[in-house]
């Protein structure tokens, strides 16, 4: 219900250069005039998996299982019956299929 109304919401604050994250507490954005806000919306590929650190802000899943932005990972879930062929996605992550499915990001650590 709520992904409806933060997915333009953020795209706003993506073009407006800001990378608050609405309710979340504010972390360090490192200055990457170059990138376009890549840095921001997608996590680093050093990251540790199942991180805070470890998360795609554009499709709102964990980058490390992010299908979308790594089509490598597809085989793995598909392996694990973790797929809907219909959208191409996990149905892990498939709020088509399941409205109320909520992927929260995982707090911050040390
Ligand atoms: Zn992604
Ligand atoms: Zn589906």
Redesign the pocket.
């Known amino acids: 219900m709520s992904a409806r109304i933060a997915r333009p919401l953020l795209l706003i604050a993506l073009a407006a250069g800001c990378s608050k994250d609405s309710g979340a507490k504010s972390q360090p954005a490192p200055p990457t005039p170059a990138a376009k806000g890549a840095a921001d919306t997608?996590a680093a590929a050093d990251v540790k998996p199942g991180s805070h650190e470890d998360w795609?802000g554009?499709?709102a899943?964990p980058?490390s299982q992010?299908t979308?932005?790594d089509a490598a990972l597809i085989p793995a879930f598909k392996a694990t019956r973790d797929w809907c062929e219909e959208h191409q996605l996990p149905l892990s992550q498939d709020k088509i299929h399941n409205p109320g499915l909520v992927i929260t990001r995982p707090p911050k650590g040390e």
């Open positions: 997608h795609c554009e499709h899943v980058e992010c979308r932005c």
